[in-house]
């Protein structure tokens, strides 16, 4: 169910009074939304993240967090799961928030790490336990310490997978392929192992993963869905060709914190919005003109552009 490419999708915004003022009138822009949702689904994106990093969570109120991750379960209809971003370095708030998205009908929640505050390995497995334990969809792992100064250790992964029957896989944003490897065998064939780093997807594909929790199928969603499909195909060779494609498109997509590039990007191509919420801003003007050259290259701009 939770395989191929699941977009990390971004939360378009739109200002109030038809301009924005650093960030501070923007407000969800819930149609937009839809029409990137309707894009996906015709373009084969596989499921659906809403309030993940990518979609600026950390400046969400709570009312806007959970109206985001209704409109998403409400627009997809059931075409394509929903996997809910539900996470927090606070117990009690990523519990609120979880058992919001379950009575939702969410078909699953991403959990990330807790931030900042740096729990021991123990304290990781009780965070993740009473969210597990706190509803009964399924629950993903998000392992990605260097956004959350923390490594979800794979012992610990296995710990939670054996002791908690709904936590069923892990977004892994380590970097490390032996430490994916490490989580794939102590866990077994059916925990998930799924990418966050769009560059790392084919790597971890040959070593057991499913899929991928993507930034980059924001702007190229059918591509990604591509070397996905052709790699579980057996079509290496041709997996290989759109991955080596969308490299140099994956790096600018990284050349300022994400999700500043892929929203930039997006407002250019005309998908959405480039609005961002403070502390996010626009742009650094050379970072810019490397971003829409990596766009020109691979086609989704005219010269002109």
Avoid: W
């Avoid at 689904?41 to 991750?69: A, W, Y």
């Avoid at 927090?88 to 078909?107: C, P, Q």
């Amino acid at each position: 169910m939770f395989e191929g490419s699941i977009v990390a999708i971004v939360t378009p915004f739109s200002a109030k009074g038809g301009s924005a003022s650093g960030g501070k009138d923007l407000v969800v822009d819930e149609k937009t939304l839809k029409d990137l949702i309707e894009f996906h689904l015709k373009n084969e994106t596989n499921g659906f993240v809403p309030c993940g990093t990518t979609g600026e969570s950390p400046t969400l109120s709570f009312e806007e967090h959970d109206r985001v991750i209704e409109l998403t379960i409400q627009a997809v209809r059931g075409r394509a799961p929903v996997i809910a971003g539900t996470g927090s370095n606070s117990t009690a708030e990523a519990i609120m928030l979880t058992r919001h998205a379950a009575k939702a009908g969410a078909d699953a929640s991403l959990q990330v790490s807790p931030y900042y505050n740096r729990p021991t390995q123990k304290g990781l497995y009780l965070h993740f336990k009473a969210i597990a334990d706190s509803v009964s969809i399924p629950i993903i792992l998000y392992n990605i310490a260097s956004r959350t100064g923390v490594n979800i250790e794979p012992e610990t992964i296995a710990r939670l997978a054996r002791d908690c029957k709904n936590i069923v896989g892990v977004k892994e944003a380590s970097g490390s392929l032996d430490q994916m490897s490490r989580i794939h065998s102590l866990c077994g064939e059916n925990f998930l192992l799924i990418s966050g780093d769009d560059s790392l997807t084919l790597p971890l594909l040959s070593i057991g993963g499913i899929g991928v929790i993507s930034v980059i199928a924001n702007i190229i969603p059918k591509d990604v869905s591509s070397m996905v499909q052709e790699f579980r195909k057996g079509n290496v060779k041709k997996a290989q060709e759109l991955h080596y494609k969308m490299l140099p498109l994956i790096k600018a997509l990284f050349i300022e914190t994400n999700p500043i590039p892929v929203k930039t990007a997006m407002g250019i191509m005309g998908l959405c919005s480039l609005d961002l919420r403070l502390p996010l801003c626009q742009m650094e003007e050379g970072n810019l003109e490397k971003l829409k050259k990596s766009l020109k290259d691979y086609g989704l701009l005219k010269e002109k552009e």
